[in-house]
């Protein structure tokens, strides 16, 4: 999904967060280098202090001036006491004061961290919502274009498509999120019947492309299991191939040695293919089939159908079912004047 808020970035970046742990780390290295000073220099002051007072009060009983000898050890034993006490108030302390100042780091960090993780939550819900809204204005204007036909009693289904996607191709690429330089191809195929019913494969009858010279091109028509267009068709499901130079996905594609292009590769990397089902139909009416020059652009939910990203290619295809039933009605029309449908008398 593309960003477009700007206030949001560098939310939700995980290296903010390695900076922190980093940080941390860094502080916590110098807290206990300094702890460990501390605490040589503690030992070292105490030992001093200790050892020359105890030689002061030792030596004071060797002196023999008058009071200086008294003197003197009493100043040893006071130093010897402060030398003593030093080393119960400070040599404890520094080990203490280490711990509390990496837990006050850690909590720092955790508390920036879920900082971090609220507002890409709040990020992801906006955009969501946003989102939504763009489906649902996008669905209101294939219902009142679908609307217009079945009041117009049009029974061209292809150039209804046409018109169609020419009404909502920028709503479409925006809500499939095509990123400038994507080469993005949207095309509707139509399965086409010889008189004895058999198949004569996929017809181009409509699409969208962002290269749009390609859209002049001569269109391949696809056999059963042909493609990802004729295996969707053969299928009767959803398809999608995520990355079609992934080994394990090529199999899907069973291009035929005539019909292979040597920029396939290159321009058509990730493919989601519907059904057009009608029923009654024990074969699909059509196919629609959006593909992407990046490779996993299109994904499956975890069961093998597309992802709910694929949403807008439904609803276009639910419009373009309505549509071909509105022909098949439309032509089935008794003709001004009166008659009956099905041409056989009651």
């Known amino acids: ?15 903010n967060d390695i900076a922190m742990k980093k940080l941390s780390d860094r502080i916590v290295t110098s807290m206990r280098e300094y702890g460990r000073a501390l605490a040589f ?45 030093w080393a119960l108030a400070v040599d404890d302390s520094a080990p203490d004061m ?11 960090r955790t508390a920036y961290a879920n900082s971090i993780a609220k507002d890409q939550f709040i990020e992801d819900l906006r955009a ?21 036909q079945i009041a117009a009693g049009r029974s061209d289904v292809e150039r209804s498509v046409r018109d169609m996607i020419s009404l909502i191709s920028r709503q479409l690429r925006a809500l499939m999120k095509v990123i400038s330089g994507e080469y993005w191809t949207l095309s509707v195929y139509r399965h086409v019947e010889a008189a ?31 493609g990802v ?20 996905q090529v199999s899907w594609l069973h291009i035929p040695e005539a019909l292979h292009r040597d ?33 996993n652009c299109f994904a499956t939910d975890g069961t093998g159908r597309g992802s709910v990203e694929i949403e807008p290619l439904r609803m276009f295809r639910g419009a373009v079912a309505l549509l071909a039933v509105l022909s098949h009605l439309t032509d089935r029309l008794p003709p001004e004047g009166g008659g009956d449908i099905s041409g056989s008398a009651t």
């Open 128 to 148: 969501r919502l946003v989102t939504t809204a763009d489906v649902y204005i996008c669905s209101q204007q294939l219902r009142e274009f679908v609307e217009t």
């Open 1 to 15: 999904m593309q960003n477009d808020n700007p206030s949001s970035a560098g939310q939700g970046d995980p290296g």
């Open 41 to 85: 220099a503690s030992k070292f002051t105490k030992g001093l202090l200790v050892v020359v007072g105890a030689g002061l009060a030792g030596g004071g009983q060797f002196i023999q001036y008058g009071a200086l000898g008294p003197i003197v050890g009493w100043i040893g034993v006071g130093l010897a006491l402060v030398g003593g006490f």
């Open 263 to 295: 920029h396939d590769p290159n321009k058509y990397r990730s493919f989601a293919a519907l059904p057009i089902v009608i029923s009654g139909r024990p074969v699909p009416w059509g196919v629609i089939v959006a593909t992407s020059d990046r490779a």
């Open 196 to 226: 004895n019913g058999q198949s004569e494969g996929l017809v181009y009858i409509a699409g969208d492309r962002t290269e749009r010279q390609g859209e002049a091109a001569n269109h391949r028509v696809w056999g059963m299991g042909e």
């Open 98 to 108: 280490l711990v509390e100042a990496h837990e006050a780091v850690e909590r720092a």
């Open 229 to 248: 267009a004729g295996h969707c068709l053969r299928i009767g499901r959803e398809l999608i191939v995520e990355n079609a130079n992934d080994p394990d």
